[in-house]
């Protein structure tokens, strides 16, 4: 379904075996998102805000599951879990923190926290076995990685939409030209949800802005909802679909209105020229 240089996506039926998924599922059911993550430095700023500028905790540690969760900051959420899997060991290295450096009003940086040593290298360890195990299943299938060819695996993570999730609002993943594929965990139905592509062909015209999200379709003019109705593809995915679109395709997670998780793996490829370091 689909053609991914025309349309901007393309759905590959059933392209990882129920073992390949279920190995997957049981892989990241088994981690420990509640180990303690310990800082060897607290240093609070005036206002005693995190980067998600919420109200900074005085504990001397966290959680994984409070590192990891909640990297998904362009899109309502609420009701979603998106736990980051793997980022490059360089960006890890780059902020070493679990709320990197600040700007404060007078325009100097503040560390606000920073993990120790021990944690860090947890860290370092949890993403790139992540990444390792990812990477294995991805480019080694005949069905996927003739797509993902050229690319680099740069970041993933996973998604559980949580029972009573609402809508997305319509969006994109990045500016940047780049690849998302995203493996369903389970299967989907029509009360548990899935993700709605939307055809590059009658679309990307509306694609012409630095924002990432183009907002929810009832809050459009009837014409723009006529090309939306009509770029629409619906499709519940099975567990071991492969689901490929452009970082720039629209696409929506639908509200889960089922009384079970729909989970899946996503993950970001980009070409190697592109990779900030």
């Not at 030209?177 to 949800?193: A, Q, S």
């Not at 723009?224 to 679909?241: I, N």
């Amino acid at each position: 379904m689909g053609d991914l240089e025309k349309e901007g996506f393309l759905v590959i039926p059933k392209a990882f075996s129920n073992k390949e998924v279920n190995l997957l599922s049981d892989h990241f059911k088994s981690v420990d998102y509640d180990r303690k993550m310990h800082f060897k430095t607290i240093q609070w700023d005036e206002v005693r805000k995190d980067i998600h500028e919420q109200p900074s905790s005085t504990e001397d540690s966290e959680s994984l599951s409070v590192f990891i969760d909640g990297h998904n900051v362009y899109v309502n959420c609420e009701g979603r879990v998106v736990r980051q899997l793997y980022m490059p060991i360089e960006s890890v290295d780059k902020f070493k923190a679990a709320y990197p450096e600040r700007r404060s009003e007078d325009g100097n940086y503040k560390i606000v926290k920073m993990f120790c040593d021990e944690s860090m290298c947890f860290i370092n360890h949890f993403f790139i076995s992540n990444k390792k195990l990812l990477e294995k299943f991805v480019f080694t299938n005949k069905y996927v990685s003739k797509y993902t060819q050229g690319y680099t695996h740069m970041a993933s993570k996973l998604f559980v939409n949580r029972p009573g999730c609402k809508d997305q609002e319509i969006h994109s993943d990045d500016l940047t030209p780049g690849l998302i594929l995203i493996v369903p965990l389970n299967d989907c139905d029509n009360r548990m949800g899935t993700t709605i592509l939307y055809n590059d062909n009658i679309v990307k015209k509306y694609n012409d802005s630095e924002e990432l999200s183009f907002g929810h379709i009832e809050s459009k003019s009837a014409s723009v909802k006529a090309d939306f109705s009509k770029a629409q593809t619906l499709k519940y995915f099975k567990a071991g679909d492969a689901v490929l679109f452009k970082t720039t395709t629209f696409h929506r997670g639908t509200e889960n209105l089922s009384n079970k998780d729909r989970v899946f793996i996503y993950m970001h490829f980009t070409k190697p020229s592109r990779i900030e370091l």
